[in-house]
């Protein structure tokens, strides 16, 4: 699987904890893997494992987020434009082998097929800030 189409799942399974516990994360990823099915083992292991990362992070991603988006925090935010983000300061602030254009290209180009119209200039808007 190629890393944008790994990324893409990554942000589908990241999407979810907008709507369930966090008691049920492990739950939801097995769904997950079932409904996505085939994934070969090691891409399945690289998502679970990405995603479990954010996760213990998400808090201190969120608080970057918000110091840096003037009025708008991120209860306000569109819950796809807000996973996509959320997912590309993961990438700029904790994975030094990205680079933080690639990141922010890849939230802009996946805010195209999955948010609104206003998401892509949101996102890199936002990202830029960061950034």
């Known amino acids: 699987m190629s890393r944008r ?5 990554i942000f589908k399974m990241l999407f979810r904890v907008e709507f369930y516990s966090e008691k049920e994360y492990e739950e939801q990823m097995n769904l997950f893997i079932e409904e996505n099915e085939p994934i070969e083992k090691p891409d399945e292991r690289y998502i679970e494992d990405k995603f479990n990362k954010i996760i213990a992070v998400l808090e201190e991603i969120d608080k970057i987020i ?11 935010m569109g819950k796809v434009d807000l996973t996509l983000i959320r997912l590309a300061v993961y990438e700029i602030k904790y994975e030094e082998d990205i680079p933080t254009e690639v990141a922010i290209n890849e939230a802009v180009e996946l805010a195209k097929k999955y948010g609104t119209d206003d998401s ?6 936002v990202l830029a800030k960061i950034a």
Do not use: D, L, V
Request: charged content about 30%; overall charge positive.
């Open 66 to 76: 918000n110091e840096s988006s003037k009025g708008w925090k991120t209860t306000r």
């Open 120 to 125: 892509p200039a949101f996102i890199n808007g």
């Open 5 to 9: 189409k790994i990324r893409e799942q």
